[in-house]
């Protein structure tokens, strides 16, 4: 599934929603945010997927996430446990505007500990193997009994047989480095940030509202977004490289769930995902998850 991360309301202090919208929950110095998850997930085959994340506080109004995913399951070549995707990202908050709107911004770095999508088969096609950098912008307004979280997310994925990372450059005595501007010309042909590697990057958004009964909070999701170029990349093995298991250029995906709190910190949900639209019998179909989530 796309960004297992969850989000929260202006008026509780733990995490709510998921998955397409990333969390707003910042956790306090000296504290941990611990979720997990196991997914049932349906695209041409069947397979559970574990997921595992962790923010801590670093500075006020910052925190550092880690998350990793575990497959499971004995798919084409892979072993009966595979590991998916990881990454580790920034989230700084901007903080509370008027009682009623918030807004933070996320930085993330996808590591590449999953099978790589490019010259793998798609038994696993919800991950990608790839070292990808995302930001993200990331809104919230609050109006009783509902709160609705915006978000507009740019990822940077690398072509075959490259890094996301080829043409950056520090090296303030080679003149190379200041002709691309330290690899962030979208000129420069040597630049990380040149405009024709862009084309297999992904842009989306996203918008989660949650309605507030609690200790009970339902939620609705919707995410749509697209590849750059808007044409399929084909990977080694000749099939079009997914991203995330939608499908290979425009997806559409939307989800509702539940979450039960025992208290603010403390909580235990399930819910469904579902891909609107599918090009390939490997797509993601659908999802069902059950997660649980706590503050320490």
């Not at 995913?69 to 903080?95: C, N, P, R, V, Y």
């Amino acid at each position: 599934m796309a960004l297992f991360v969850f989000i929260v309301t202006i008026s509780h202090n733990q995490a709510l929603c998921r998955p397409f919208t990333p969390s707003m929950y910042t956790v306090g110095e000296g504290s941990i945010a611990g979720y997990s998850s196991i997914d049932f997930i349906q695209t041409s085959v069947a397979y559970p997927k574990e997921y595992v994340s962790l923010h801590t506080g670093i500075f006020p109004g910052t925190d550092l996430r880690f998350s990793t995913s575990m497959l499971q399951g004995s798919f084409k070549e892979l072993s009966d446990t595979t590991m998916g995707d990881s990454a580790i990202g920034i989230w700084h908050s901007f903080g509370l505007l008027l009682n009623a709107l918030s807004g933070g911004l996320l930085v993330e770095l996808g590591l590449p500990t999953a099978p790589d999508a490019y010259y793998n088969e798609t038994a696993f096609t919800t991950e990608l193997g790839l070292t990808t950098f995302s930001l993200a912008l990331i809104a919230a307004f609050s109006a009783k009994p509902f709160t609705a979280v915006f978000a507009s997310c740019y990822i940077l994925i690398p072509q075959e047989g490259e890094s996301v990372f080829d043409g950056l450059s520090f090296n303030v005595f080679h003149k190379g480095t200041w002709s691309s501007v330290f690899g962030l010309n979208p000129l420069k042909k040597d630049s990380m940030l040149y405009y024709k590697k862009l084309s297999n990057d992904i842009v989306y958004f996203s918008s989660t509202v949650v309605f507030d009964v609690y200790p009970i909070l339902p939620f609705v999701s919707l995410c749509v977004g697209d590849r750059i170029n808007n044409t399929p990349v084909y990977g080694d093995h000749g099939l079009p490289v997914l991203y995330k298991g939608y499908n290979d250029t425009l997806f559409f995906v939307t989800s509702l769930g539940i979450r039960y709190f025992f208290n603010e910190k403390t909580f235990i949900g399930t819910g469904v995902v579902y891909n609107c639209i599918r090009d390939c019998e490997y797509s993601l179909h659908y999802s069902v998850n059950i997660d649980v989530s706590s503050v320490w």
